[in-house]
């Protein structure tokens, strides 16, 4: 193969990493906190350009104006020259300067203070999946955070079991959900949308499947959302697979793990009380669809290794998954 | 065959570090090789999320306690004897010691892959699983039930025996052994990178030692350095882990920096420029390195002013 093919070949294949979509890139934010550190990255980003630039045209003329050929005399040995080494560290110093004022500033915009009307959402982080409670609306819900567009939301975030960290890349960094200790993030989304994140801190088997998304609405959008999650569960009309569903519910092990509002207690896996309204499930793996929460309810760490859901014992006949999931999807 | 196992011979010790180094680079290395070809299609199945995990903890600890620091021993045990003009190393017998010890805590390491049955596990590998940096209270019993950590922890523990014989070797060396004349502002950049390095490993390890104790003790004996239910903080590891890590970075960049300038005035033809300033950079930088391990813990929330402290540290 002629070496400019193979050379075309490579191009070629790095380039096609530039394809996207990208959901989850912090060069495209969608907040406050996103511009403030765009913003400051563009920044540091064409004062490190510059100093590449000098640093690498000095090598590469010292290089070529220098480099050894037949007849020359031995290099002049030189030890060494006070001047130019104050100057190259004063340099830096100053650069640094210029890099640490912004940076800092960012650092104090960002650090999860918000006004006192901001909307307040605690975020708890569970092996592997995230629990969204809204103190003020009496409102829990997981795995998908609604928030509303142009207002300010602060979360407060902690751990039930190991560390994790809340990332949603277009919204703001990372902030570590940590066991005994409440994080703050604060922050205004700019625009209507569903965002990517996913726990950023690894914690245990299954980190990579501990994904979330965050879903901006417009503020009357948001109400309406969190209106509907306030009532109470969908009642299945008697006679439907999904009544069964319910009755299958209330006698197997779901309960003893899973909330549905005044139907059961559990508190160990997300509230499923309008489980259908949610647009995937497992937290973010999968779309809502019957075909995966069937697959879901049969064998769970098939799906998420480590799961603690485990297969049910004695497992739940097909008929019996068919009708939990017609009454799980009712539940909007 | 046996003079290689009996060697007390500094030349020779070195050979040893350096070919059992890159053994243990090429391990590390098909360990990356796992993960690249698992990731190299969504939902890649090549191996389960379990053994993903350990490959890629192994890999990070391979790479840095099975490789890199070897490797610069290699150089070390090789080198500095010849360059200081002193026969061999302050204490031959502790040389030969520490690298059958570093030899022994790589291979307890590596044995995690093969053992499991040992440990009623359905599977052979029980290698360690929490990552190279083996966060609290993910390694604790209650969430890694398994013997992967205690792998992970005994095979640090021994390593770091191995480290801190030689790093008070070479430091007695070099500061006892020179030639006549040799005054330290004549010593050779290298010779003095190994000297830096070396303090920075005799004080950097007994902090991770520390840790790795408190965890062990959390985890065999019912302490709880690390629980958050029993009103301790698991960022008590991260400060420790990272206290060790950051001196740990430079302790691995420091000899190649003192390779860098040997290797570039021998080919220049000319002496090194500055030698001083390379030399008293060197140090300053075994200092600093103390003083920016929080900024592996951005995302801890520890207030924006400890963050902004640790941003501008420059190292």
Redesign the interface.
Known sequence: VPRHRLCLLAVALAVSGCGGPFPQSTLEPRSDFGWAVDHLFTDIFWWAAGVFLVVEALLVITLIRFRHREGRPAPRPTHGHTVMEIAWTLAPAVILVFVAVPTVRVIFATSGEAPADALKVDVIGHQWWWEFRYPELALVTANELHLPRGRPVQLSITSADVIHSFWAPALGGKRDAIPGRINRIAFRADSMGDYAGQCAEFCGESHANMRLRVVVDSDSGFGRWATVQLTGPARPAPGTLAERGKAVFARSACLGCHTIQGVSPGIIGPNLTHVGSRTTIASGLFPNDSAHLASWIADAPALKPGSVMTRMQPPLTDADIAALVAYLEGLR | MKRWITTTDHKRIGLLYFWTAFCFFLVGGLEALLIRLQLAQPNGHLV???TY?QLFTMHGTTMVFLALMPLSASFFNYIVPLQIGARDVAFPRLNAFSYWVFLLGGLLLNASWLVGPLFHAPHWNVAP???WFG?A??TERQ??PGPNIDFWLLGLQILGISSLAAGFNFIVTILNMRAPGMKMLRVPAFSWMTLVTQFLVITAFPVITVGLVFLMFDRFFGTHFYV??A?A???LWQHLFWLFGHPEVYILILPAMGIVSEVLPTF????L?????VVFSGVLIGFMGWGVWSHHMF???L??IA??VF??R?C
């Not at chain 2, 220049?268 to 002496?271: D, L, Y």
Request: glycine share 16%; hydrophobic share 30%.
């Open positions: 389960s999320a379990e995990n699983n929490g990552g966060y209270n993910l969430f890694s958050a239910t009103g903080t698991p960022l220049a033809r000319k002496p420029f500055g030698y001083t300033v995302a801890v929330g207030g924006p963050d902004s941003a501008a420059p």
